[in-house]
């Protein structure tokens, strides 16, 4: 690969910046309102799901983010580089895959490469090979352009957007509309350039396209941003929630957003739309409280097994919080592998007949459901 781009400044380069910054954005399309004080960061070497409901605003956010167009009011940052005052040196930083991306069909996958190599002054010996190889179309590069798939095409997309190195990458629902192995490729490949030392921001529709792959996440609902940030640490906060509210402390706010502090020098207030307050503050989780999550399975009622495990007397510490989920049990509890032989050996007491213990290794979907409304008469 290329060293970084060239024109990376002191904060493009910089220290202590997130590698995305968005603060309350707000824009509309007409009379139609379609971003309303969205804010959210992206730090570095995340793999950063953001994730939506069809028309919700990525698309628009993400336009912002990728200099293509101008919000009404807000700001965003990459590396510290704010994309409305530095958009030349801000397309050096990113690599942006829009939705729907076309390529030219009639040439040769190296000679698409080789052209857009030349079109962004980048010496193509080496870079082009490297992108290849990365990208994993090297035994593709003398076909033609057209008679790839269009996972394949999919990857000589993000070859074509790595060719300048950027250390951020843009991608605009990229596993829309492939198959399953596809899907896999890509997401494979996004661990890669992760592993690069690449921070990566990729929208999606789908929740299950990127359950096993990111970092953290946002959720962007009707223009407004329901929640963001790492995975763990949205579960924790939801979890503290759902416990505050099980001891009775009355209405809790809405999980959501961090509420951002408008940066030095820069009033928050936009000059069309008037804000929404800031959202309130959310439950502080309880100290060091590590918070691990498994999926038990039993034989009959799984009603039976949560009853047991904080209702029936069972007295065990440790469990933060229970929930039938189909017909598992999904028990959120601190304390490692000792907990996870006291929760079973406590069923096995009570006669319930575990037929699996597994950890739950990704959040994404219970937190999308407790973090996001229903649809009016939709059923639980
Ligand atoms: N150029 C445009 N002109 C008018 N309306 C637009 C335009 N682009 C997007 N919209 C509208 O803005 C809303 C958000 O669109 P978009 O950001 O593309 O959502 P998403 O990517 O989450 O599906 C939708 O209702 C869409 O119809
Ligand atoms: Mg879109």
Redesign the pocket.
Known sequence: MSAAPGGATARGAGNGYPAIRVRHLWHR??A?E?LRDVSFDVARGEIFGFI?P????????IRVMATLLEPMAGRVEIEGLDVTMEPESVRKLIGYMPDHAGVYERITVREYLEFFADAYRIPSLGVVDAVLELCDIRELQAELVATMSKGQKQRLGLARILLHDPRVLILDEPASDLDPRARIEIRDLLLDLQSLGKTILL?S?ILSELADVCTSVGI?ERGSMVVAGPLGEIAERLAARRAAEAQGQGTLPAAGVVPWPAPPGQAAAPAGPVPAPAPAPLVPVPAPCQRECLKLRVLGDPGAAAFALTGGGAGISGILDVQIVGTAVHVGYAGGDAKVAEIVRVLALRSIAIVGVEPERNELERIFLEATTRPAGAAR
Do not use: E, L
Not at 54 to 61: C, E, L, R, S
């Open positions: 399309f007409g139609h379609v939506g069809n028309g919700a605003g990525k698309t628009t956010t929208s529709h962007i």
